[in-house]
């Protein structure tokens, strides 16, 4: 993945992303998978936080000055994070396909295109693709008071529980 | 616009947007303007603090847990913001169209869709449409440190002046 940084003032960085040569092979899943295109799919999440097979594109990395990490994520059907939380919260943006998102204790709910979640600090939840749609997700995640904490991996039967439309 | 709140844990928000029967008409300007719809166009912007055309469509708003208000903001071609800064920066990202964005003393960078930017705090700056394309962006902006402050409209000679590509 190429990125140009352009330091029009210091810590301003430009990210390239749509027009990058670099990722049309990986936007082809964007395709395959019948999404309209914002930003590229990125790269394969491979590290053992989520369940099933989900792509990060990193926009913006957070620091002293701004501790807003940007992420989109894409999930293929049935992929979804493990239960975690976040110290400083999160912000999720529905970009494309439908999703999960679910605290503990409360019931799932859908996500669609459009709409926007605001998770507060601490609280465990999880999120990924729905089980017969991808999913893609902007997530705006405050860093300045620690990294996210993962826990156990979502069950088959809390990711199949009944959702409040 | 109707929104629906679910306080799955207060104060979690989810604001339903691109299935609002609400935003049917005003959602015409983003298909008049040959934009792909992810969030609905919103409210036209009625403040002097903008240039031309420009919708708001607000997805979160900031409060005492999460000072990150986000937006969705569609200039029409030729539409900008005044000069303006951050007290806390701010982020933005480019979802549609070809955006003109600028701090003072520095060149005019283009925006295209998949970029992201980040400003510094109290950095006066300016972002809106290029001269001949509509211009979508999501703005995240941290109001923990104040309101935005708002200065001089952009002349046609600092809108029109030679980019950096």
Redesign the interface.
């Known amino acids: 993945m190429r990125r140009i940084f352009?330091y029009?003032?210091?810590?301003?960085?430009?990210?390239?992303?749509?027009?990058?040569d670099g990722n049309q092979n990986r936007n082809i899943v964007h395709k395959e998978l019948g999404l309209?295109l914002?930003?590229?799919t990125g790269d394969l999440i491979t590290n053992d936080n989520f369940t099933g097979t989900a792509y990060l594109y990193s926009?913006?990395e957070g620091d002293s000055?701004?501790g807003?990490s940007?992420g989109n994520v894409t999930f293929e059907p049935g992929a979804r994070s493990k239960w975690h939380l976040h110290p400083?919260?999160q912000?999720l943006?529905a970009?494309?396909g439908v999703g999960y998102y679910q605290?503990k204790g409360?019931t799932k709910?859908i996500l669609?295109?459009?709409?926007?979640?605001?998770?507060?600090?601490n609280?465990l939840h999880w999120h990924g693709a729905s089980i017969d749609s991808p999913f893609v997700q902007?997530a705006?995640t405050?860093r300045e008071k620690g990294p996210t904490q993962w826990f156990d991996t979502v069950s088959e039967g809390e990711y199949n529980s009944a959702p409040?439309h």
């Open positions: 352009l029009l003032s210091l810590p301003v960085w430009v990210v390239y992303g749509a027009c990058n309209s914002v930003f590229p926009l913006v000055i701004n807003n940007v400083a919260g912000i943006l970009i494309d605290e409360k709910v669609r295109k459009g709409v926007a979640i605001k998770c507060p600090p609280i902007i705006i405050g409040t």
